[in-house]
């Protein structure tokens, strides 16, 4: 076992502080990897706020890890001390049920063990994530991060990116696809840049009036606001597909309506109740409501070398892990441009 200072939440209502705990010993089958940057998702903030009610406390968030390779365990074979790599949402699965065997990890019949607030499945001991100085992980759940894709940019790929990214290569978004981005946060300027790079014509659906520009320069070709009603209403049968990322529950009727013929429309952001869908809205039109779960290892690993390879680099706001607090705030607040990410390396000079 290795100490690993980290920072933790200890409640539901209080700020998260400086933490040490034990990283498990090293396995056969792991990688240990030295954090140097790590993601704020809007579910770091569900968790440690309870949201959900399954938080284990203390919880460390963070589950768009990125590092260097210190240490590998006898069987790895795909990596070495040194090598650039990445951890998204989950660390294990079972790996031999139907969707492990077809990559998608994420859906194990078992339930995948998610990077922080999961059990391991050794020992039942809760999971720890990246907020944190290092991390070992089974050698499957581990990405490489190709050498032209700067690290830091990579971090918000590994969750925020395979969100939109997943139902997007589900439902075949493409050159000349007309597709809508519901909620201009983390997940929807990464699906605003990844759809633009697939040559997609795309829509930021916004309740926030001054994020028009942003949208624009981050490559969207309209925006339309949510609250005008007759733009809104213009807008009907207008696209193939819309992603919406909505954190809370919400209204999806006024949404619904802007599906053409056979459209879809993926939900990723609310895991509660909606309120009540309109029938006659899917109905008519063939419609389909979807929902999608971040995606598989490798589908991870395709995204990683498809940004690095056209340099789609997610917005970050770099901030030290002192300020992570303060950037909770501004999530709740919907004051973010567009992803939080922690210099892991401000840990350094925090005392605990
Ligand atoms: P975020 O950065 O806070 O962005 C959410 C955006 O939604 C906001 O910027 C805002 O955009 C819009 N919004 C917020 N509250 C709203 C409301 N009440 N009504 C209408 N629009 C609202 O959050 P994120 O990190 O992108 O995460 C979004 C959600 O996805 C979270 O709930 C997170 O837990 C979830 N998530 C799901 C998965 C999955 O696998 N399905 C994976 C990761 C995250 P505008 O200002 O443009 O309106
Ligand atoms: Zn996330």
Redo the contacts with the bound molecule.
Sequence with gaps: MTTCLAFAAHSSDTPLTPFRFDRRALRADDVAIDIAYCGV???DA?QVHNDWNNTVYPCVPGHEIVGHVTAVGSNVSRFKIGDRVAVGCQVDSCLQCAPCAEHQEQLCIHGPTTTYNGRDRQTGEITYGGYSEHIVVREQFVLSVPENLDLQYAAPLL??GI?VWNPMRRYAVGQGSKIAVV??????HMAVKLAVALGADVTVI???PN?ADDARALGANHVLLSNDAAAMAAAANAFEFIID????R?NVNPYLMLLGREGVMVL???IEPLEPVHGGLLIRNNRTLAG???GGIQGIQELLDFCAEKQVLPSCEMIGIEDINGAFER?QR?D?KYRFVIDMATLRDVQA
Excluded: D, M, Q, Y
Excluded at 183 to 188: E, F, K, N, P, S
């Design positions: 998702c809007h579910t569900h969750c925020a969100t909620g201009l946060g983390g997940l929807g916004t309740t926030s994020k990322t909505i954190p809370s919400h990723v952001g609310a999608s779960l971040i999530l919907n973010v």
